[in-house]
């Protein structure tokens, strides 16, 4: 009877310790959060990161890895991912997995250990511009983390200004741009990784599970409208839209791809965070006084105006007064080469019909050929609209397009015409003959 209970209890005792083994072995397994830093540094991605950090903590990660693979971006966003990384309650690591340079450098030392695969490169962090105020502050930014993690902050401050020399490692002039080896070798980072597993056996941890975060639609496209590479094509877009519109008849298509580049434009500075919806306003006041100014003849105080009033609308979408310069120099550029491009491959066929009014003007119907205009020679009349040069007069009741011979001649004004050029009527203000 005792070695029957014997024979029974045994196995079952294997077994409950195996499956003991086996639970003990499940609750060991450390959850692993990946998330990749490989575009722009832009608001997008900040984002991204906030939204995958808080993910991480909610559902009890153990560590948090970024893997690094960016050339920079914007020094706001790099501060604001900083933060949000070294806030976390969640451990973090960063794996620099070819390179992490300008804003890249801020955000893989703000992790508590950095590896960096065979064959990487970290640094090159000076600002854009490269004012003395720009990289004053950033130098404060960097040092700051530096110390606060445990780095040489005068490692990260020569990575970002070329005056600062490192005896043996930078001469002055240069940036600092490191090596995995020399990051190594002069104990900047924590180890150098083939690939993901060996960062985590060099942290201790065997048994694991991995989760990569993955961004949302929605963050991608923040991450796309607000790139610095992005914004003035979608600028350029609006302009070469709007000049589309100007020069064909009726709204079409130049229209749409106007409404569609500017409404992108400023959507990616405002949900970037580099502007607020008044900019959204200036801009629309400014394309508001351009219509005024097309509809008068000439160029006057409108068309400044409204001009004035787009640019300062992309300055203030914009994070400095350089960006916008840089913006809009590149958008006319691009217009400029486009439009170029349009009038060259239109067919002449083609153009003649979408420039000019595809419409018989004969004298049955009631229109005056350039011919009968020499009648109007010595006539006298009165400005309907400022002619600045040209404009409406009116002559024995007759309202025609006129131009003035030299000036501008205000509305009201007496004038009286002094030459008639196929079609143009050319007049002087009376009393001046």
Same mark, same amino acid.
């Given at each position: 009877?005792?070695?029957?209970?014997?024979?029974?209890?045994?196995?079952?005792?294997?077994?409950?310790?195996?499956?003991?083994?086996?639970?003990?072995?499940?609750?060991?397994?450390?959850?692993?959060?990946?998330?990749?830093?490989?575009?722009?540094?832009?608001?997008?991605?900040?984002?991204?990161?906030?939204?995958?950090?808080?993910?991480?903590?909610?559902?009890?990660?153990?560590?948090?890895?970024?893997?690094?693979?960016?050339?920079?971006?914007?020094?706001?966003?790099?501060?604001?991912?900083?933060?949000?990384?070294?806030?976390?309650?969640?451990?973090?690591?960063?794996?620099?997995?070819?390179?992490?340079?300008?804003?890249?450098?801020?955000?893989?030392?703000?992790?508590?250990?950095?590896?960096?695969?065979?064959?990487?490169?970290?640094?090159?962090?000076?600002?854009?511009?490269?004012?003395?105020?720009?990289?004053?502050?950033?130098?404060?930014?960097?040092?700051?983390?530096?110390?606060?993690?445990?780095?040489?902050?005068?490692?990260?401050?020569?990575?970002?200004?070329?005056?600062?020399?490192?005896?043996?490692?930078?001469?002055?002039?240069?940036?600092?741009?490191?090596?995995?080896?020399?990051?190594?070798?002069?104990?900047?980072?924590?180890?150098?990784?083939?690939?993901?597993?060996?960062?985590?056996?060099?942290?201790?941890?065997?048994?694991?599970?991995?989760?990569?975060?993955?961004?949302?639609?929605?963050?991608?496209?923040?991450?796309?409208?607000?790139?610095?590479?992005?914004?003035?094509?979608?600028?350029?877009? $609006?302009?070469?839209?709007? *000049? !589309? %519109?100007?020069?064909? #008849? +009726?709204? /079409? @298509?130049? =229209?749409?791809?106007? &409404?569609?580049?500017?409404?992108?434009?400023?959507?990616?500075?405002?949900?970037?965070?580099?502007?607020?919806?008044?900019?959204?306003?200036?801009?629309?006041? $400014?394309?508001?006084?351009? *219509? !005024? %100014?097309?509809?008068? #003849? +000439?160029? /006057? @105080?409108? =068309?400044?105006?409204? &001009?004035?009033?787009?640019?300062?609308?992309?300055?203030?979408?914009?994070?400095?007064?350089?960006?916008?310069?840089?913006?809009?120099?590149?958008?006319?550029?691009?217009?400029?080469?486009?439009?170029?491009?349009?009038?060259?491959?239109?067919?002449?066929?083609?153009?003649?019909?979408?420039?000019?009014?595809?419409?018989?003007?004969?004298?049955?119907?009631?229109?005056?050929?350039?011919?009968?205009?020499?009648?109007?020679?010595?006539?006298?009349?009165?400005?309907?609209?400022?002619?600045?040069?040209?404009?409406?007069?009116?002559?024995?009741?007759?309202?025609?397009?006129?131009?003035?011979?030299?000036?501008?001649?205000?509305?009201?004004?007496?004038?009286?015409?002094?030459?008639?050029?196929?079609?143009?009527?050319?007049?002087?203000?009376?009393?001046?003959?």
């Amino acid at each position: 009877m005792k070695r029957t209970v014997f024979k029974y209890i045994v196995p079952i005792l294997v077994m409950i310790l195996s499956i003991g083994g086996i639970t003990g072995a499940i609750d060991d397994k450390k959850s692993i959060y990946v998330i990749e830093v490989k575009t722009e540094v832009t608001p997008g991605l900040y984002n991204y990161i906030n939204n995958s950090i808080q993910k991480a903590e909610d559902e009890g990660a153990d560590l948090i890895l970024f893997e690094i693979d960016t050339f920079g971006g914007r020094v706001d966003s790099a501060i604001n991912i900083s933060d949000v990384i070294i806030s976390s309650t969640v451990p973090t690591a960063a794996y620099i997995n070819k390179k992490a340079i300008s804003a890249g450098v801020l955000i893989s030392i703000s992790c508590d250990d950095i590896y960096m695969a065979p064959g990487a490169t970290i640094g090159s962090a000076e600002t854009i511009p490269a004012t003395e105020k720009n990289i004053s502050f950033w130098k404060k930014q960097l040092k700051t983390v530096a110390e606060e993690k445990g780095r040489d902050p005068e490692v990260v401050m020569a990575m970002a200004d070329k005056d600062m020399e490192i005896e043996g490692l930078i001469e002055k002039g240069k940036l600092l741009n490191l090596t995995t080896n020399e990051a190594v070798e002069i104990g900047f980072i924590d180890g150098k990784a083939l690939n993901r597993r060996q960062i985590y056996e060099s942290l201790g941890i065997e048994n694991f599970s991995e989760t990569e975060i993955e961004s949302t639609v929605v963050e991608d496209f923040i991450n796309i409208i607000s790139s610095s590479y992005v914004a003035p094509i979608l600028l350029a877009l $609006g302009f070469i839209g709007m *000049v !589309i %519109e100007i020069i064909t #008849p +009726g709204f /079409g @298509v130049g =229209g749409i791809i106007s &409404i569609i580049g500017f409404s992108l434009f400023f959507m990616g500075s405002i949900l970037g965070g580099s502007a607020q919806i008044l900019s959204v306003v200036v801009f629309m006041i $400014g394309m508001v006084l351009l *219509v !005024i %100014e097309a509809a008068a #003849p +000439g160029f /006057g @105080v409108f =068309g400044v105006l409204g &001009i004035s009033s787009v640019i300062m609308s992309v300055v203030m979408a914009s994070r400095s007064i350089a960006q916008a310069v840089m913006y809009i120099v590149i958008a006319i550029a691009l217009t400029a080469a486009v439009i170029t491009v349009i009038f060259k491959k239109l067919p002449k066929r083609k153009l003649s019909k979408t420039l000019l009014l595809d419409t018989n003007l004969n004298t049955d119907e009631g229109y005056i050929s350039s011919e009968g205009k020499s009648q109007y020679l010595g006539k006298e009349g009165v400005c309907l609209s400022f002619l600045r040069p040209s404009g409406k007069i009116e002559i024995e009741g007759e309202m025609l397009d006129a131009i003035a011979e030299s000036g501008l001649i205000e509305k009201g004004e007496k004038v009286k015409v002094i030459r008639v050029e196929g079609s143009k009527i050319i007049v002087r203000k009376k009393g001046e003959e």
